[in-house]
């Protein structure tokens, strides 16, 4: 089958590598109707050293090909999203609900190909009453990624009726983010950006302010927004040390920073004079927790929410390595992918 492999930065081909195979009972073998680029995969875009060709991605949708025996919840023909993390669904994590630490579980990187190799089937696939040429097919792939990682900074900051949000990011996630918060119930959210055609999107998402200005100018703007408070919440979406100076300054006492831009350093200040002393919240982590899934696939179905928006570019398989360019230059927002 046809697949993209990164062989270093800036380095993405696609080529011919083995049809995966069931490997245990509880397998699944998925055909991959559509697939994308992801904000976190140019981080090892910028910065992969030389090697040996690494297959890539994490989100996908398709449909069930051939399952193991074991396999019950889904069977051939079926159409299936499959969060960017795989879990059994039994363990003390995945019934606590924080699938993304299940005890058998790990995370997708070969999902930029024509077929997928699916472990833990039954906990993992969510199916979709949708056939292949679905014009939902854009906004069912969120619930792959950025939209239940979007979801999972909103829930993670406990974002609800009558709360403050800020929202740092303009990528897909930022922006979804803004979506999960709205429909949330946010009453003011602060949207930190700097390319107009996303924080227009932004904006129709429900963003009521939009801020341009970076760092200490930033902060500021946002401070003046809300009182000279800050927010109660502030959703990190982007994974950089300045991102994260930047919730430092925007949030309010007592509020919470939600970091779901996987984060590209390692010491982040939580001292007296940053987070102690206010009494801040820092949380986050990975959201590919099954349940937002389950709760967002009927708002998309019935067209309440529209998050395949965040998609202004399609390409085919033999396409990825331009879609990598194009969102590394900034020239696109998300890259959809027709194997």
């Not at 790990?106 to 993992?124: H, K, M, N």
């Not at 928006?309 to 590394?328: H, K, L, W």
């Amino acid at each position: 089958m046809r697949a993209a492999l990164m062989y270093g930065a800036g380095d993405v081909r696609v080529e011919e590598v083995p049809d995966p195979t069931l490997e245990a009972p509880t397998d699944a073998l998925v055909r991959v109707v559509r697939a994308c680029v992801c904000g976190s995969d140019l981080h090892p875009y910028h910065s992969m050293p030389a090697g040996q060709g690494t297959q890539m991605g994490h989100e996908f949708v398709g449909v069930v090909e051939e399952t193991g025996s074991e396999v019950s919840a889904v069977q051939r023909g079926d159409f299936v999203i499959a969060p960017f993390a795989y879990f059994d669904g039994t363990c003390v994590f995945c019934r606590e609900g924080l699938t993304t630490s299940c005890e058998h579980g790990g995370f997708f990187s070969t999902a930029q190909a024509e077929a997928v190799r699916v472990p833990l089937a039954d906990g993992t696939l969510v199916k979709a009453p949708v056939g292949e040429d679905s014009a939902l097919l854009p906004s069912l792939l969120t619930l792959s990624d950025v939209m239940i990682t979007g979801q999972h900074a909103a829930v993670q900051g406990k974002v609800g009726p009558g709360t403050s949000v800020t929202v740092i990011g303009d990528g897909a996630v930022g922006l979804l983010a803004v979506l999960a918060a709205k429909r949330l119930g946010a009453e003011q959210i602060v949207l930190m950006g700097r390319h107009k055609t996303r924080t227009d999107l932004g904006v129709e998402f429900g963003a009521t302010d939009v801020v341009a200005e970076r760092g200490e100018e930033g902060i500021a703007k946002v401070r003046e927004l809300t009182g000279g408070h800050g927010t109660h919440a502030v959703l990190e979406c982007v994974g950089h040390m300045p991102a994260y100076e930047q919730a430092v300054g925007t949030v309010r006492a007592g509020g919470i920073i939600s970091r779901v831009g996987v984060p590209q350093y390692e010491e982040a200040a939580v001292g007296m004079g940053t987070l102690f002393g206010r009494n801040i919240t820092l949380t986050g982590g990975p959201g590919a927790q099954r349940r937002y899934i389950e709760e967002l696939l009927p708002e998309v179905l019935d067209g309440r929410i529209e998050p395949g928006r965040v998609f202004d570019r399609t390409v085919g398989i033999d396409g990825v390595p331009e879609g990598y360019r194009a969102m590394d230059d900034r020239e696109s927002l998300k890259v959809l992918v027709r194997p």
